[in-house]
Every structure is written in structure tokens, then in C-alpha cells.
């Protein structure tokens, strides 16, 4: 297996890992600890089952950072020679910062949660009658960035896709054709 073909299978397997695990928490981690009967239970739970997650998702970011250098070396002259590779590319590393910087919010928001959990709450995300400005501000924040937060994902995997669709014989000689007319 060529040093590539390893870096780029990390680096989308990590993005993959990123997209996969925020969307079974949303969906699945915080939809099932909504069902416990114990209000207290609810974020407690959750906030475990995030907290676990974290160690793995911290592990993938910094894959899929350590795998950009091997394929930025390879792809050097695609970078500096075919039309739109290097657009591309600065808009998927900002879309992935960003998307790492409200990924890391929503963890401090969720340390939040979990620290106030024996407040009690209607689910995950969603806030109890009795709970405190606090816990109600940050579970509502939450509420939304967990569905941003994997269309921040999702987007880097298809950036990703387009990067590899880039590659391609054809548009390789065609981005090297538009990029000798500029």
C-alpha cells in the first residue's frame, strides 16, 4: 500500500469518524438517555456517553490533520498547476476548521450540562421546567449544534469526494488546460 493511498484512507476515514459519531449522538445518544426515567438520568447519561466519545473524535481530528501533510507532498504540482484545486482546497481546510471549533464549543457547552445535570431536564438537549438560565442556555445551544455540527462533517467527506472526482485523468488534464488560458 502506497504512503497516499494510507494517508488519504486516514484522512477520510477520520472525517467519516467525525460525520458518523455526531450524527449517532444526536440521533442515538441523545435521543435514548431522552427516554430515561429519571430526569437527572438524562443529561447525566448523555454527558457520559459524549464524554467517552471524545477521547476517539479528539484521535480522528488529529488523524485526519497528521494525514493532510503526505497528501499535500504528493499532490504538490496538482496544487500549483490545475484550476480550482487550490480554491478547493482552502475552502474544505476552512470548512473543517470551523467545524472543529463548534465541534469543541459543543463539548464545553455539554461539560456544561453534564455539571449541572442534577437539575434534571425534559432530554439532552432539551431543558426541564426547573432549570436554571444556565443549563436551559447551554442545552438549547446544543440543540442546535448538533445538527450543525455533522453538516459541518458531512461537508468535508463530499469536499473530500469532489477532491478525489478532481483527480481524475480527464479533469486533471482539463483544470491543467484552463489553468495555461489564466
Do not use: C
Not at 85 to 91: A, E, G, N, S, Y
Not at 113 to 124: D, F, I, Q, S, T
Amino acid at each position: 500500500m502506497s504512503g497516499n493511498l494510507l494517508a488519504r484512507s486516514v484522512h477520510d476515514l477520520s472525517a467519516a469518524a467525525w460525520f458518523g459519531g455526531s450524527l449517532m449522538g444526536a440521533i442515538g445518544l441523545n435521543g435514548a438517555t431522552a427516554k430515561a426515567k429519571d430526569p437527572t438520568e438524562r443529561t447525566r447519561l448523555s454527558s457520559l456517553g459524549w464524554k467517552k466519545w471524545a477521547p476517539v473524535q479528539a484521535a480522528a481530528f488529529g488523524a485526519h490533520l497528521a494525514s493532510l501533510g503526505p497528501i499535500l507532498v504528493e499532490n504538490k504540482g496538482r496544487y500549483a498547476g490545475q484550476e480550482g484545486v487550490m480554491k478547493w482546497t482552502w475552502i474544505k481546510a476552512g470548512v473543517t476548521v470551523a467545524g472543529a471549533a463548534v465541534t469543541l464549543y459543543s463539548g464545553l457547552l455539554g461539560r456544561k450540562v453534564g455539571m449541572l445535570a442534577e437539575e434534571g431536564a425534559e432530554g439532552a438537549t432539551e431543558p426541564g421546567s426547573n432549570a436554571s438560565p444556565e443549563l436551559a442556555q447551554a442545552q438549547k445551544q446544543l440543540q442546535r449544534l448538533q445538527w450543525i455540527i455533522p453538516a459541518f462533517a458531512g461537508t468535508v467527506v463530499v469536499l473530500g469526494a469532489l477532491h478525489g472526482e478532481m483527480q481524475r485523468p480527464k479533469n486533471v488534464k482539463l483544470g491543467l488546460l484552463e489553468r495555461s488560458f489564466h
